[in-house]
């Protein structure tokens, strides 16, 4: 991928965070690129309107490629690009000033949606309830700690989610927050799932037909929760809802670097096994009782109903 000219460090360094996973989460990494942007178009030099836009179209699309799967990220990229480029602007000064306040407002935006998600999803749980959540995903921590402070929620098994080990965040946010914590391993979600009344994860791509596309094991634990007769919550904003699926695009499944997973010693010691590393895995809708976003706790059929309303005719840029 080119890197624009003269783009500044810091934006280097937001784009590198994110592909290395020291900015993960979806949510924080669609805050991280509109605040990218927004220090892009601070840092332009020069007076030419087109030279700007140019310069900050090849900084989205440089963006764009840090990671493949969140669509929150290209989501947050059109919610500011959209704005400069429907705005019309006749200097490079104004088009500086959209851009900023364009990520301003996506990162407030985004920041109220997790605590809306928190509060609505609470009402979803009852007094006594013990919960299952897989990774850490910051929408399902905000209703766990939503539900907790309505003195719902008590206990919480945390699977470690290998290879990653987000469980770690899980484990150490939610204890934070006041909640029993107990650490399992991902293996252990069947022998678990017994003693569980609610599933809550997050999302990292909602699809047009009510798919989830989260931390890969998320489906695994889908299926118990279903053999189970235990209730599956998704807990996802509606900038995670990818308006491409619409058109029948597929949402992009990464894997990372095998060494994640055995380490880079053991890897060159067998030369003769491959190591796959899948990061993400898709739950079909029929598994899913409800996905709880800002705007209200839906069904994952009506995600069709969310994307037209987000996106409408842009579903197409
Ligand atoms: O936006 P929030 O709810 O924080 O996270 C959503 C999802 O993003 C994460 O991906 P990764 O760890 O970046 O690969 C997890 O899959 C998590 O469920």
Known sequence: MQVPNDLPKEVLEIREDIRTMRIRGAGRIARA???????????FVGNDVDEFVKYMEETAAFLRGARPTAVSLPNAISFVMRR????????????????????KEFVEYSERAVDEIGELGARRFRSG??????????AAAAVLAAARRAGKVDRVYVKETRP???GLIAARVLADAGLDVILIPDSAVRYFMKDVDRVIVGADAVAANGAVVNKVGTSVVALAAKEARVNFYV???????????LIGELVP??????????GR?????????????????????????????????????AAPLILLEEYGVHAWD
């Not at 690129?33 to 840092?43: E, G, H």
């Not at 309830?129 to 910051?138: N, P, R, W």
Request: proline content about 6%; hydrophobic content about 40%; glycine content about 2%.
């Open 33 to 43: 690129v509109a605040m990218a942007l927004s220090k892009a178009a601070a840092a």
């Open 129 to 138: 309830d013990v919960v299952m959540t897989h990774c850490h995903s910051s």
């Open 84 to 103: 400069l480029r429907e705005k019309g602007i006749a200097t490079v000064d104004e088009g500086k000033r959209t851009v900023e306040e364009a990520a």
């Open 164 to 166: 990653r080990l987000q």
């Open 235 to 245: 807990a996802a904003e509606t900038y995670k809802f990818s308006p491409k699926t």
């Open 265 to 301: 010693e053991w890897l060159q010691e067998h030369p003769n096994v491959e190591v796959l590393n899948p990061v993400f895995d898709v739950t079909p809708a029929e598994y899913i009782d409800a996905i709880i976003t800002e705007r209200g706790v839906i069904s994952p059929y």
């Open 253 to 262: 499944i990464e894997f990372r670097d095998p060494a994640e997973v055995v």
